[in-house]
């Protein structure tokens, strides 16, 4: 019945407009509200039966341990701040000790957010505690927040504390850092990756925690000694190029073209699960600088093709330094020649596991594209023992020209095209792909560098297939 109830009043699944509330449907403002109670209640509880509390949420991530920075604690309780403003309490992360003050501190907290369930907890908390500065707590009143009225015209009574107001602080905002682009120091203890809105964007805080190589990983994530890999090859920063150029061809053949980026990421995924291996994503380069591939392309459509790895997998310590494990590397390639298609094979040893290093390659060339596809696959098979497999593809136009001209042929009239069963796969992959980026001309998405990257970039689940 209130299931009932609830999908009544949320017959719209559009976002409310309220002024002064966030804008979440009946629903998500119900799971928000149920999420800020529970951490609370169960805070309350611990503290109630004489124990102290530390809590923090699941988008935190340790660098070291945090035992060190409320090991003697002097004041009731304590909170991290934001980066950006030390003395803002962000309530992702708290140490709070069992006193009747830190008691009714939460019984308060709780009691104007069931009240107000559309106010944001983190402003509920920081209410109170502006109270606790005031030096005499007489004439008190609400706050606005963000200039808005959020606690009616009607508010509720201002909470009695027995036995006095909570005495606080703040962690310093270097050893916990809140942001949507933390800043790690070699002083940072955590970092609690936030978003625009609470339990929005949970891939997206992932994606960012893994970029800045503090995601920890399980189940073999980073350590799994039998793990084979592809990256993309044929680039120095292991990158697709908005921008490459290439002699022989006319000025600007590939600027900008970002369906030569979908077709070329599209042959990587394929051949990655041909030979099932991981996939690790390369970035994206323009003008601007670089990209990170998973705020233009949907990653949840890629999922459905091959495991992925983010795009400083290679360069993470946990990922390879310390293991050493990546002692066979292969590498194939297709460019254009002077007489159709040419490929490279090479296979390389690494210097690691014996102390000496050696390679062995060979220079192919083939009358047609397809002949050349099926050998590239067909040599990528013989590469099974090799940890990593470097896949060069930017070269490769000739290839890149016929499968557009597949694609076109196929989706103007349906025809049965003789495809082999590596363009067929790859032509699969096009068409199963979702992006976000549908041209060039989305200047907010090639804006994004690394640097500016946040969570809510994140394609996650919001992408659309080819047109």
């Known amino acids: 019945k209130k299931e009932e109830e609830e999908e009544e009043e949320d017959k719209d699944s559009k976002p409310e407009k309220k002024e002064g509330a966030w804008a979440y449907s009946y629903k998500e403002k119900q799971k928000v509200a149920n999420v800020a109670m529970s ?5 309350l509880e611990i503290l109630g039966r004489g124990y102290p509390v530390f809590f923090f949420e699941m988008d935190v991530w340790f660098l070291r341990s945090p035992v060190p920075l409320f090991r003697d604690q002097k004041v009731d309780a304590m909170f991290g701040a934001h980066q950006d403003n030390p003395d803002a309490i962000n309530i992702g992360v708290y140490s709070v000790l069992p006193t009747r003050r830190s008691v009714d501190f939460f019984h308060a907290s709780i009691s104007l957010f069931e009240q107000r369930p559309s106010v944001h907890d983190q402003f509920v908390m920081s209410q109170i505690l502006r109270w606790a500065k005031q030096p005499n707590q007489t004439n008190l009143k609400y706050d606005t927040q963000w200039g808005k009225n959020v606690w009616g015209d009607d508010p509720p009574p201002i909470p009695e504390f027995k036995h006095g107001y909570v005495t606080h602080d703040n962690f310093p905002s270097w050893a916990i850092v809140s942001a949507e682009r933390p800043v790690v120091s070699d002083h940072t203890v955590a970092i609690h990756v936030l978003c625009g809105m609470p339990l929005t964007a949970p891939h997206g805080k992932q994606q960012i925690a893994k970029e800045m190589g503090v995601w920890v990983g399980s189940n073999g994530y980073y350590d799994d000694g039998e793990a084979r890999y592809l990256w993309m090859d044929g680039h120095i920063h292991n990158a697709v190029s908005f921008t490459m150029h290439y002699p022989g061809r006319e000025p600007f053949y590939q600027y900008h073209n970002y369906d030569r980026l979908k077709w070329l990421v599209s042959c990587t995924i394929a051949l990655a699960n041909h030979t099932n291996r991981i996939w690790v994503m390369p970035k994206v380069a323009n003008d601007r600088g670089f990209n990170f591939l998973w705020m233009l392309l949907d990653m949840q459509s890629v999922e459905e ?3 992925i790895r983010e795009t400083t997998f290679p360069s993470n310590p946990r990922s390879w330094i310390s293991s050493r494990r990546y002692d066979v590397v292969s590498r194939i390639a297709i460019s254009d020649g002077d007489k159709g298609p040419a490929m490279q094979l090479y296979r390389q040893l690494d210097a690691w596991p014996t102390g000496t290093a050696g390679a062995e390659g060979w220079n192919l060339r083939f009358a047609s594209v397809e002949d050349a596809m099926d050998s590239w696959f067909t040599l990528a098979e013989t590469a099974e023992d090799s940890r990593v497999l470097l896949a060069g593809l930017p070269a490769a136009n000739g290839l890149l020209d016929r499968m557009v001209k597949i694609h076109e042929r196929k989706r103007r009239n349906g025809a049965k095209l003789d495809l082999s069963v590596p363009a067929q796969h790859i032509v699969h992959v096009y068409r199963s792909l979702k ?13 994004k560098v690394p640097s500016s990257a946040i969570a809510r970039d994140d394609c996650y689940g919001r992408g659309s ?3």
């Open 465 to 467: 297939g080819p047109s």
């Open 305 to 307: 093709f091959v495991r």
């Open 435 to 447: 992006w976000c980026l549908k041209s060039f001309s989305d200047e907010g998405l090639m804006e």
């Open 39 to 43: 951490k609370w209640k169960v805070a």
